[in-house]
């Protein structure tokens, strides 16, 4: 295979908005049909460089600067992360209609996210998503200025903390290439820094954030694809962390508090959903709450964590592209998103989430007490999402923009793909676990049938298929003939809510004393960033991570 077959994944996208814009200000509209020619071929791309070799490969293309390498690489981790982000955000961009420059920023957005994990190194990387960062604020401010979106500063401060961190592995281990930075350069604070960008970068927190409050805008097409493009990156920097580290973080604090901090945001999300008043305010719970359970698992520093985290991730990069598809209407299709959200048997949520906490009890220690906390918040889930089955739809979104059977067969996929868990792991998963745990990778074991831990085997394929003809031979009795929307009494009141919400009114309405705007003005900052052309920030970008490597 050929090292610059490399470009292929970024190359085809942009070629693809290029000849779109180009086309588009003569008048002409591709369509669809080019966005969908340029976003699957980035899918095809990663699978033919992958697939056949199942071994990194990688391409320098010079520096920099001060010894910082422009290098792309594609092994397991960014071809599971790759697929993370190309797979939903070519669904969206093939099935819904947009004006040609939302289609040009959005294969801009998916190439720059897609150059993030491709990137040989940690400067790179920063330098990619923080365009992908912009880029989204472009798209949303593109499609709907008057709507909710998160501030451009949010979106970038991880990125900003991501290059300092290049920086300083760059001047104190002699480079920041991720499989070239000697591990006793990361120590404890230099970790915590690089554990902060990943967690700003994807907004990990217990209260409402950005991942959440974009399914409330009135149209979901820039959301989908901002959720898809962005939303994997931070955890992307954690499982390079165990790279960066030979196999493990510098010190087993940040295992606990990581994977503390991911049920917890977990738990959070599922307390939010079951006092939902809508069923699409639940759904916009559902991202948060599945990468709140996927960071629990990442972080045990454990491969059998790890492969659980990242299925964990791949179920709601999949169901990004369901939510946005799906109609705000009661039927069959809302009734399977949710089913396949909650961990309802036999879906790979549930599997995953089976394999994870099975994970923390193998950790040992206080990491067995997160698995108790993790089975408490995902009964909180399912008791949550019997409720929303029968909650009122909320605020629809344009009919054009949605495609019920398209989410529904997405939904079903998810349901159905608990019994090939281990062909899952064995394929998908394995190979991460691998590149970023070497030492310990070995104690992955098992085939397609079954799931063997130290402890114990789950053999998913013979206690999940009967599971499966269960459920369709129920749901064939039962029907949604009895499933009436009302509102409904919550489980708990969430404490303290309208106090936190209430604060963060406050912040965001804090201003600057007038004598000091002009020099202090990040909304007018944000404002030529979403309304400048996009070729000009993204030139600024590129000149400021120059810059910052001379």
Known sequence: MPSAAVLGPVVLPLITAAVMAILGFVGVNLGRSAAAVGSWGAVLALLVVWVPIRSSLELTLGQLGFGSAFDMRIDGVTFAFGLMIAIPAAILLTLQPRAWPQTVVSMLGLAAALAAVEAGGIVLTAIAGGTAATLAVVLLDTEDPRASRPSWAMLVAGWLALAWFGVIMQVGGGTAVYNAVPVATVTGPLFALLAASAVLVSCVFPWRTWPAELWSRPSLRAAGVTVATLYPLGFYLLVRG?????????HQLFNVALAGLGIIVAFAAAARAQAAPTRRRFLGEVVPGLGGFALAAIALGTPLGLVAGLILLATASLL???????????????LVTIAAAV??????????????????????????????????????????????????????????????????????????????VAAIKVAYADPVAAEVMQSSAGSLTGGLVNVVTVSSVLPALTLLVPLLIFGAFVYTIS?????????????????????????????????????????FNLRGLETAAAGGRPLLWLGMLVALGFAVTR
């Open 242 to 250: 165990y790279e960066l580290g030979d196999g493990r973080y510098p």
């Open 320 to 334: 990004i592209a369901c939510l946005a598809l799906l109609p705000d209407q009661a039927g069959i299709a809302s």
């Open 343 to 420: 961990g309802l048997p036999p879906g790979i949520s549930f599997a995953a989430r089976v394999v994870g906490i099975e994970a923390t009890f193998e950790a040992g220690d206080f990491l067995g007490l997160i698995g108790v906390a993790g089975m408490a918040t995902w009964a909180t889930w399912m008791v949550g999402g019997a409720r929303a089955i029968g909650l009122p739809a909320g605020r629809g979104h344009p009919s054009v923009e949605t495609f019920p059977r398209i989410s529904l067969v997405i939904a079903l996929l998810m349901l159905a793909a608990g019994p090939a």
């Open 479 to 519: 029907g949604t003939s009895t499933v009436r929307t009302q509102s409904r009494p919550a489980l708990f009141k969430v404490p303290g809510a309208t106090t936190g919400a209430r604060m963060r009114e406050a912040l965001r309405s804090a201003t600057v004393p007038e004598q000091y705007r002009s020099i």
